[in-house]
């Protein structure tokens, strides 16, 4: 089970840390990816990391605002999103792969915990 936590509303320019927390002790074998889906738009991805920590992969508009590690010992994928704008105002979906590569296709994510808001004004 994904249980992602950690939104909220903020002022644009600050900062909100998204936790994702497993509760299998497998999921240091899977990459985790975020996605986001705002009002009336389709899912899209976010950043995502392989199961080792390292590839680190962002959607081009946040790279450099958002960063995305991952605790293996706490089963817990962080996405630390700084210099927030109104346009990141979504609800935020982790999801895990069993993929190395292609992290930014949502297809290849087989198990969604349910989202967090992220509200951000203007």
């Known amino acids: 089970q994904l249980q992602a936590s950690g939104g909220g509303l903020v002022q644009a320019g600050g900062s909100l840390r998204l936790s994702c927390a497993a509760s299998?002790?497998?999921?240091?074998?899977?990459?985790v990816g975020w996605f986001r889906q705002a009002p009336g738009k389709e899912r899209e991805f976010v950043a995502a990391?392989?199961?080792?920590?390292?590839?680190?992969f962002y959607e081009s508009s946040v790279k450099g605002r958002f960063t995305i590690s991952r605790d293996n010992a706490k089963n817990t994928v962080y996405l630390q999103m700084n210099s927030l704008k109104p346009e990141d105002t979504a609800v935020y979906y982790c999801?895990?792969?069993?993929?190395?590569?292609?992290?930014?296709?949502?297809?290849?994510?087989?198990?969604w915990g349910q989202g967090t808001q992220v509200t951000v004004s203007s």
């Open positions: 999801a895990t792969s069993p993929s190395r590569d292609g992290l930014g296709i949502e297809g290849l994510y087989g198990y």
């Open positions: 299998e002790r497998t999921f240091s074998s899977y990459s």
């Open positions: 990391i392989s199961w080792s920590g390292g590839l680190p």
